[in-house]
């Protein structure tokens, strides 16, 4: 499986501001996602990110609210905009797999907005 | 729309005892199915997999079982540690690699 890393792994941050999200894989994937799991929740697609096209959002996410670059086939970013504390969760990036239904995920990053 | 979902929130499980972790699907066009286990403070780690062509899949220590005529997924784990103590989830793969994931169910290893 792909060893995915992320930055910061948790941050306090103050409501009106953003934050940027990193995520760093060890090998080329076409199709990266990000995940939001809210405190003592269960995990929700954000967006799709593939290489070379604009991300793919799923219904109540908006692209001004979570802007996602996808520069290479090992990097993206999701950046929390104008955050208000009901955005405080974890975020989460993930990968497919080899078997292409399979998806491993990284160590998330955890937000707290005040 | 169509969801996956558990039948028990918090499951109490004495080490060395077998543990069952149950969850049902909706959408009958499904044909992928994932458990992950998730530890306090990390992501969702993958656990097993199985295809809709498939009743049963084992691996080391784990099992699941699909039943399409209920819609019902079942994750078996054989012995129970304390290192099993997670929340499991289990997800069904809606179509070009979107994850669709249950509420989650807490397991609690007793000594």
């Known amino acids: 499986s792909a060893v995915i890393s992320q930055k910061p792994s948790r941050d306090i941050c103050q409501r009106g501001t953003s934050l940027t999200i990193q995520c760093q894989v060890d090998?080329?994937?076409?199709?990266m996602f990000w995940y939001r799991q809210q405190p003592g929740q269960s995990l929700t697609l954000i967006a799709t990110?593939?290489?070379?096209?604009?991300?793919?959002?799923e219904s109540g996410f908006v692209i001004d609210k979570f802007p996602i670059s996808r520069p290479n086939l090992t990097f993206s970013t999701l950046t929390v905009s104008n955050m208000s504390p009901e955005d405080s969760s974890i975020y989460l990036c993930?990968?497919?797999?080899?078997?292409?239904?399979?998806?491993?995920f990284g160590p998330g990053t955890r937000l707290t907005v005040l | 729309g169509e969801s996956v979902g558990l039948h028990l929130p918090t499951l109490s499980v004495q080490e060395g005892d077998n543990s069952i972790i149950n969850c049902a699907y909706s959408?009958?066009?499904?044909?992928?199915f994932i458990w992950y286990k998730q530890e306090s403070g990390k992501g969702p780690q993958f656990i097993i997999d199985?295809?809709?062509?498939?009743d049963k899949r084992q691996g080391q220590r784990v099992t699941v079982l699909l039943n399409k005529t209920v819609k019902h997924l079942s994750l078996q784990i054989a012995a129970t540690q304390p290192g099993d103590s997670a929340v499991y989830f289990c997800?069904?793969?809606?179509?070009?690699?979107?994850?669709?994931f249950g509420a989650g169910t807490q397991v609690v290893v007793t000594p």
């Open positions: 993930s990968v497919e797999g080899q078997g292409m239904y399979e998806q491993f």
């Open positions: 090998s080329q994937v076409t199709m």
């Open positions: 990110a593939n290489q070379g096209s604009e991300a793919t959002y």
């Open positions: 959408n009958s066009a499904s044909d992928y």
């Open positions: 199985i295809r809709s062509n498939m």
């Open positions: 997800a069904e793969n809606s179509g070009w690699g979107k994850l669709q």
